[in-house]
C-alpha cells in the first residue's frame, strides 16, 4: 500500500528522532570506554571524547587482578540468572492458574495481586518477613523478596487469555492434564514473547539488587570483602 507525502515525511522524522535518542543513550557509555584505555594524563585533562589517547590496559589489568572482582561477577551472575528464573516461573504458572476456570479463589488471588500492585510492601515489614526467613546476609535474601512481580502477572496472563481455547481442546483430547497444558501453553508465549520477558526480569533484579543488598545483606557484603 502506497502512503502519501505526509506519511513518509512522519516516518522519516519519526526514525531519524529515535536514532537520535538511541545515539544519546550510547554516547555516554562510549566516553566511559574511551575514557578507561586511555593514558591518565588525557584524562584528566579532559582530552577524550569518543576515541581513547595513550591507549592502556592498565585500569583493567588492576581491576581484575583484585581478589575477589571474579567472585563478585560470579554471585552478580548467580543473582541475576536464578533471580530470573525463578521469576519468570512462578509468574508463568501464577499467571497460568489464574486464568483457568476451575481454579479456586482466583477472584480473591487477582484483588491480592492488584492490592500488592497498588500498595507495595514497606520497607519494615518485607525487612522483618526476610529475617524471620532465616535469609538475612545470605543470596536468597537478595532473589527471594522479588521473585514475584504483579505488574509481569498482568502482562503473562493477558498473553495466555490470548491462546485459543481450542488449542486447549486439542490438548485435552490427547490426554494433557493441567500441567500438560501449562507446559505446552507456556511454550507458545515463550516463542511470542520470551526475550522481552527475560530482558525485563533481567533488568528488574539488577534493579532491585543494590536496594536488597543495603537492606538485607550489608553483613554477608562486609564478610565476603573481609
Known sequence: MSHNLSDRIFHYANNTFILILSLTMIAPMIHLAAVSVSSPEYAQLKLVTFWPKGFQLNVYETLFSTKYMWQSMGVSIFITVVGTLLFLILTTSLSFAIIRPNMIGKRLIMKLILFSFIFPIPL???????????????????????????????????????????????????????????????????????????????????????????????????????
Open 124 to 226: 519494615i515489614p518485607s525487612y522483618l518477613v526476610v529475617k524471620e526467613l532465616g535469609m538475612l546476609n545470605t543470596l536468597w535474601s537478595l532473589i527471594v523478596p522479588g521473585a514475584l512481580g504483579a505488574y509481569l502477572v498482568f502482562i503473562v496472563r493477558a498473553f495466555f487469555q490470548g491462546i485459543s481455547t481450542e488449542l486447549y481442546d486439542a490438548a485435552k483430547i490427547d490426554g494433557s492434564g493441567e500441567f500438560g497444558l501449562f507446559i505446552k501453553s507456556s511454550a507458545t508465549i515463550v516463542k511470542a514473547c520470551s526475550c522481552s520477558r527475560i530482558f525485563i526480569s533481567g533488568s528488574r533484579c539488577m534493579e532491585l539488587l543494590f536496594w536488597r543488598i543495603n537492606l538485607f545483606a550489608q553483613q554477608f557484603i562486609i564478610s565476603v570483602a573481609a
